[in-house]
């Protein structure tokens, strides 16, 4: 495997990475949200999705960001009668987010993205290293 196959892997892992940790984002961001509407459904959780395909040109497999998921678990249910989106009940659906679940994906996810920088910076290395031995 050349340099630049290995950066475009690398890369290809880094945008994966950083699409994931968006979705993360976004997830904690409306961890405590609720429905507009009394009885609607809150915010749901997204989960990211990637996909690999293999590049005929690079002669390697690279990963792309897909379409979040939704988490079709079930929403929180919380008893606060005088909250406006509270149903017959008195009962308010939450999001279906676990904030610490969500801080440990987006923990991964940063770990992953430094390993794929890791690489680019190896690779990088390497590359110059390459170089200075070619001018001697």
């Keep these: 495997m050349d340099f630049a196959t290995s950066m475009i892997i ?12 968006r979705v993360i984002a976004q997830n904690i961001a409306n961890a405590n949200s609720t429905a507009a509407a009394p009885g609607a459904e ?26 979040p998921q939704p988490d079709m ?6 008893y606060d009668p005088g909250n406006p989106a509270a149903d ?5 659906k939450l ?5 610490l679940v969500e801080i440990m ?9 430094e390993a ?11 590359l110059a290293r390459t170089v200075d031995l070619l001018r001697r």
């Excluded at 892992?13 to 950083?18: D, I, T, V």
């Excluded at 997204?46 to 792309?64: H, P, Q």
């Excluded at 690489?119 to 990088?124: C, E, Y």
Aim: without cysteine.
């Design 88 to 92: 017959k009940t008195g009962y308010v």
């Design 95 to 99: 999001p279906n987010v676990n904030s």
């Design 10 to 21: 690398a890369a290809s892992g880094m945008r994966a990475q950083s699409d994931r940790m």
């Design 105 to 113: 994906d987006m923990r991964e996810a940063q770990r992953s993205y």
């Design 116 to 126: 794929d920088l890791t690489v680019m910076d190896a690779t990088k290395s390497m």
């Design 73 to 78: 678990t079930e929403f929180r249910k919380q």
């Design 42 to 67: 809150p915010y749901r959780r997204k989960i990211a999705t990637v996909t690999s395909e293999f590049d005929r040109e690079l002669g390697a497999t690279v990963v792309k960001p897909a379409m």
